[in-house]
């Protein structure tokens, strides 16, 4: 059944109208749209939609509708900073950590996270951190980069940052 539903989003309340088993992802993307989150198995297996839970990272396609109104906040990519400079982003662009794009906003939101609850992680915690999000065009080397970076694991090269120019 269809009824109002109140969420939290990057800090602004909304008003829904879906019914409450509806997949966080659905309603973020098609009625507030906010695309940072992707749809890719719907199953809470690849991570290409996640966002955060009053902090948490969540997979939204598992998400209901009511679970995620009963939280403070939902932050998604476009409310982690709106212009990008986030240090997670600001790393996965000098690592340039991105083929195909999909999986990223997986990557940043599950590395954001993580970061926030362990902010000098090893090399080995980052790579469990991000062990269940998949990257199909195999960019993991780049994307542990960024992780690196960010964590203060490595130097990023300054002539990478635009592009490598
Ligand atoms: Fe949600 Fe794959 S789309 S985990």
Do not use: W
């Amino acid at each position: 059944m269809v009824t109002s539903v109140f969420l939290t989003v990057n800090g602004r309340r909304h008003e829904v109208m879906a019914a409450t088993h509806t997949p966080l992802l659905t309603v973020l993307r098609n009625d507030l749209g906010l695309n940072g989150p992707k749809f890719g198995c719907g199953l809470g297996a690849c991570g290409a939609c996640t966002v955060l839970l009053d902090g948490k990272a969540a997979r939204s396609c598992v998400v209901r509708l009511d679970a995620a109104a009963a939280c403070e906040n939902v932050v998604t990519l476009e409310g982690l900073s709106p212009d990008g400079s986030d240090p997670v982003q600001q790393a996965f662009v000098k690592a340039q950590a991105a083929q195909c794009g999909y999986c990223l906003n997986g990557m940043v939101m599950t590395l954001r996270a993580f970061l926030d609850a362990v902010p000098n992680p090893d090399e080995r915690a980052l790579k469990e951190a991000l062990r269940y999000n998949l990257c199909r065009c195999g960019t993991h080397v780049e994307i542990m980069r960024a992780a690196r970076i960010v964590a203060g694991l490595e130097m990023a090269d300054p002539t990478e940052e635009n592009g490598g120019t």
